[in-house]
């Protein structure tokens, strides 16, 4: 069966500090890869989101970047965190070309820049 | 381009009582459509979706959600709400052929009280 892992589960980074939130599923090949935030009171926003090894969608502009390395292994960044990164993050998949499945989310990381 | 309207941001009812949290849809084909959970410092998971087959979906935890066309709606009810119903639900929505990307609705907080 296919799992999907984030990691790590909460973080607390200091202003100015790079970020790396990492995200793995397991079980499927070339899954859509996709990162959302949830910010209190604000709905999920998408992020980022990948349908291949190096191929990635911005959503908005933003300090926050993404990459996949390998299939199943996407990756967030920033170089130096604002305190407007604060929120909750997601990872998400799906199966490609297939419209009528949902996504399958991870269990997400609290980050609280400070 | 697809969207949902979550009428509703906060939703009381009392333990035993019906739960019904509204969706609407907008969309220029047939879409898909789903619903999620998400408890407190959690993922969201899956409770139904509409794949264009059953206008009426039963899904996980005694929820279900009815597709009608001509009200472009897709509401989640479940007879009888129990305290573990208490969470935050998002209705989402996927175009068939329209890429790779769920829409959102902003989500309604379910408050169950005794």
């Known amino acids: 069966s296919q799992t999907i892992h984030q990691w790590p589960a909460t973080l607390v980074q200091p202003v100015g500090s790079p970020l790396s939130l990492e995200c793995t599923v397991e079980g499927t090949s070339n899954p859509n890869l996709y990162w959302y935030r949830q910010a209190a009171g604000r709905g999920l926003q998408l992020l980022f989101y990948?349908?291949?090894?190096?191929?990635i969608s911005s959503e908005v502009p933003q300090n926050l970047s993404a990459s996949r390395p390998q299939d199943r292994q996407f990756i967030l960044s920033s170089k130096k965190l604002l305190l407007s990164d604060s929120g909750f993050y997601l990872c998400a998949w799906s199966v490609a070309g297939t419209a009528n499945y949902g996504y399958t989310f991870g269990s997400g990381t609290r980050l609280t820049v400070v | 381009a697809q969207s949902v309207t979550q009428l509703g941001s906060h939703v009381s009812v009392s333990e035993g009582a019906l739960v019904l949290l509204r969706c609407n849809y907008s969309?220029?084909?047939?879409?898909?459509l789903f619903w999620y959970v998400q408890y407190p410092n959690q993922g969201l998971q899956l409770l139904l979706k509409y794949t264009s087959a059953a206008t009426l979906v039963k899904g996980i935890n005694g929820f279900e959600a009815e597709f009608k066309k001509s009200e472009t709606s897709f509401h989640l009810t479940k007879p009888s709400a129990h305290m573990s119903d208490a969470a935050e639900y998002f209705c989402a929505v996927r175009a068939p052929g329209g890429g790779n990307k769920l829409t959102f609705g902003t989500g309604t907080q379910l408050k169950v009280e005794l």
């Open positions: 990948s349908v291949g090894i190096g191929q």
């Open positions: 969309s220029s084909v047939p879409p898909y």
